[in-house]
């Protein structure tokens, strides 16, 4: 396995945070990918399924949109793969594509119907290419012209999700409410339009996914202090196996590449785990 990442253009990253270009010279990959956040994906070379643990069973060849993740999917490849990607930001949902996050949520979809119909085009033109640098500048250029404004609203309460968010321990959900000064229906609302769940799931899920990132790859005793956001050790226990795959101590020693290349702390952006 070999996977390199790109950034946006300055013009580009307030809706995409990476790029990135991942090749498998395998006959058949097959993998558990966690719950994650949303991604544009362009199957290269390749081409499977995913089957979400909600029991969905989707496509994952030619080009195709997974949105944000509340379960983990297992996915399974005919290879050789080579598979190009963006790593998507709240505001993508809006300010790229005219649909709810929700719409996609724990499902991975053709996205033509809501995207430019010259995406099979930039789909032809990014096999052409060698380098990610190369697909990252095209991909930016497409992008670009798909771009419409979000409501000022929608922002002000995308920030400051992400501020509620980055405290650790997350606070509940009546603090964010108070912060944005409107309804709990309101900002689920918009939560749910963004990032793909209501407040309360956002918050199981990144508690889950932080504390995963500070386990995987390690060896020897969990300390308690993980525990603390928990009512207690098996709570935690079940709360990561539920968001990964994974328990504590399979991150510990069976992580598969993907998800130790995702959770390792040196790549998993903890105060800001949405991207």
């Known amino acids: ?16 945070s990476d790029y990135f270009l991942t090749r498998y010279d395998f006959p058949l990959i097959e993998d558990v990918e966690r719950a994650d956040v949303g991604y544009l994906r362009f199957m290269l070379k390749g081409g499977g399924i995913y089957k979400f643990a909600n029991g969905t069973r989707d496509r994952g060849d030619a080009v195709h949109l997974l949105g944000p993740s509340t379960v983990i999917a297992h996915c399974t490849v005919q290879g050789p793969m080579l598979l ?22 724990n499902r991975s979809l053709d996205p033509a119907p809501f995207l430019s119909p010259d995406l099979p085009h930039l789909f032809e033109q990014l096999k052409q290419l060698d380098t990610i640098e190369e697909m990252a500048r095209l991909a930016d250029a497409w992008l670009l012209r798909q771009v419409k404004p979000v409501p000022s609203q929608h922002l002000d309460v995308i920030a400051k999700i992400g501020e509620w968010l980055r405290c650790s321990p997350i606070p509940p959900p009546d603090r964010l409410y108070a912060e944005t000064g ?40 969990i300390p308690d202090e993980l525990t603390h956001e928990y009512s207690d050790r098996a709570h935690m226990n079940r709360e990561i196996k539920f968001f990964t795959g994974m328990t504590p101590k ?15 702390p040196d790549n998993f952006r903890a105060g800001e785990p949405w991207k």
């Open 1 to 16: 396995m070999d996977i390199s990442f790109a950034k946006p253009s300055p013009a580009i990253a307030s809706f995409v």
């Open 84 to 105: 190009f990607g963006a790593v998507l930001l709240p505001e993508f949902w809006g300010g790229i594509i005219d649909a709810d996050a929700t719409e996609f949520a």
């Open 182 to 221: 409107q309804s709990d229906r309101q900002v689920a609302r918009i939560a749910n339009r963004h990032f793909g769940a209501p407040p309360r799931m956002l918050a199981r899920k990144y508690r889950a996914l932080r504390t995963a990132s500070r386990i995987v790859g390690t060896r020897g005793l």
């Open 250 to 264: 399979q991150l510990q020693v069976n992580a598969n590449p993907i998800l130790l290349a995702t959770l390792h």
